[in-house]
């Protein structure tokens, strides 16, 4: 057998796969290296990587920066219990990013991944109001379609994603908002947003003071197909929560890092949130790990002569010193002029070629937003279970492209580096697939 059987074969023994059905899944597809954004297979192939593996992939695959900070760090310090101990990759990392950062978003906890920094906002949210006496504020507002993890806490913030369904007896009840999801052309939106803000008011009115915190993604819901709100909606709650005195989190674990255009989502829509979670790209898409940084106040909500009021959570790998290299190595690379340029290239590139896709009578709610480009196909089965999405990412797969929908939703979301020969390569067999199987 040669080594790609071999490889296959070992693996459809002995693995199990993410949000996969092994029963009707065609096998896995061997890496043996990646450069850039392409894929190299163990059989030959060479696939863009249109979607940068999940979104983590800020510069391209083993950018060789990152890779000699990670090699040189592994050298020094490749992990130290953060308990009690600090090192200079974890400092000038928050250092660095709380400067980004608007207004004193300057305290960060780090965690492993998204899931763990979204959870850590949950329960660092809980905490902060039992500490400053008032234990009754414990409910969590979320939008409708809000995707935030896969831990309990964080799929009960994501409970309407119709992704939990088997668990729905193990989470806490989160009151839901609509979410007015926008697109080029949209009439209706500011009608939308007036009824998702009508909502928001009737449930502050009610149970405003029994609320915790409100948590989004802002600007664009990922997992649920890329929906795309304005940033006048984000000021407009941001204004309402204030208001409540409760707290505001965003989950820019997939926006951060110039996804949206801005650096930051919430730079984009001018709010400062009381908590940020990130993750992603923060290592550049080379090592787990994950933060969740918080405004001052809140860190001081924890400060006592006791261990009472401390926050009691933490995780083997917490700031691990490898991770916290290749993220100042990718945050060099995110702020050299180079890639904003490549950032505003690949914006504009999706706006001439995905508004310049022929009309095509079930490809509708085009979209762009920063390095995103989004549209969805109309059909019977709608949502996140539709057979559209495996039909075309096969289609897509046989051209060597890694274009993965999101149920009836085709996005993507390349890396910074990705050439415009790649991108139009993208786009002429997108087009291709809109003749030939949409
Ligand atoms: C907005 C958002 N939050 C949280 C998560 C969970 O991150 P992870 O898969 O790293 O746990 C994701 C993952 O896609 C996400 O898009």
Redesign the pocket.
Known sequence: MTNAKNIVAADLKHVWHPFTQAGISPDPVPISHAKGTVLYSHDGREILDMISS??VTLHGHAHPKIVNAIAEQAGKLEQVIFGGFTHQPAVTLIERLSALLPDDLDRAFFSD??????EISLKLAHQYWRNLGKPERCQYLAFEGG????TVG?MSLGSSSGLFAHWQNMMFPVTMLPYPQTWQGDPQIEQKEAEALAKLDEHLARQGDQTAALIM?PLCQ??SGMRMCRPEFLRAVAEKIRAAEVLLIY?E??TGFGRTGELFACQKAGVTPDMI?L??GLTGGFL?M?LTICREQIFQAFLGDTLEKAFAHGHSFTANPLACAASLASLDLLLDEETTRRRLAIEAFHTERLFGLPDHPRVTKRRVLGTIAAFNIECDDAGYASKTGPRLRDYFMEHNLLVRPLGNVVYLLPPYCTTDDQLNRTYDVIEQAMAEII
């Open positions: 999940w979104w991944d998204g899931s763990t920094a979204v995707y935030h993890g896969d964080a993604e990922g997992a989950d674990v997939m979670c993750s992603k787990p994950s």
